[in-house]
């Protein structure tokens, strides 16, 4: 596509010198946002090919998203914590803690209100993302999805309408809950390997993941 097309020629033209693990797109999409090795967030500009912006954390960075209006970026690390950054301001203006090992995936919901978040303590949290949301912002932890020894970055994701929580697991299946009442609909097999993304459709109810197994399959959400 030509996203893919852009994003090749940005990071050609000036690398992060180091292993980038996340990287998402603003609704632009002229901006792109990274995370990497090490320990700092990006921001891109697909136009102009290069890195605008720089934010330095202490750790490095495993997981990233825009907020709905991309004037923010969340990232998370090997520090267990869940940081929003203030593009404006180039500092962190709000500090999400309730994991207790590395974050592996940060997913906007639909609405822009809730990230979801995977982490290698085998939970995946829904965070409360709105400006004036109440301290504790940890509303719903979904657990059953594992991580392992081979510690890959295993990705979670929301439905299109945002009733419906996806996430990919070591153990070869792939886990799909019911956001509102958190209760497990869905343990479906079929790869060999730990599945380490999925994704849905924006629109239709179809469901893709990717495994170590080498494979992808798509299917349908029920």
């Not at 690390?77 to 592996?104: A, F, P, R, V």
């Not at 822009?112 to 993302?129: A, H, I, Q």
């Not at 996806?166 to 343990?187: F, N, P, Q």
């Amino acid at each position: 596509s030509g996203i893919n097309a852009e994003y090749e020629a940005v990071v050609s033209t000036q690398s992060t010198g180091s292993f980038v693990n996340s990287c998402d797109v603003s609704d632009s999409p002229t901006m792109i946002c990274s995370g990497s090795d090490d320990g700092t967030v990006r921001l891109w500009d697909s136009r102009r090919r290069h890195c605008v912006k720089t934010l330095n954390s202490k750790y490095q960075v495993t997981a990233v998203c825009f907020n709905e209006k991309a004037d923010s970026i969340l990232s998370g690390g090997i520090d267990n914590h869940i940081k929003m950054w203030d593009l404006k301001h180039s500092e962190i203006s709000l500090e999400m803690k309730g994991h207790c090992d590395t974050i592996t995936c940060l997913a906007l919901s639909p609405d822009g209100n809730f990230v979801l978040s995977n982490s290698m303590d085998n939970t995946v949290r829904m965070w409360d993302v709105r400006p004036f949301a109440p301290a504790n912002r940890c509303l719903k932890a979904f657990v059953g999805a594992q991580h392992n020894f081979e510690k890959n970055l295993i990705r979670c994701c929301w439905s299109p309408q945002g009733t419906k929580i996806v996430a990919g697991s070591s153990d070869r299946m792939v886990y799909v809950w019911d956001t509102s009442s958190r209760k497990l609909l869905y343990k479906l097999p079929g790869h060999s390997g730990s599945v380490n993304d999925v994704d849905c459709h924006p629109k239709q109810p179809i469901l893709m993941t990717a495994s170590s197994d080498k494979s992808i399959y798509m299917g349908e959400l029920k």
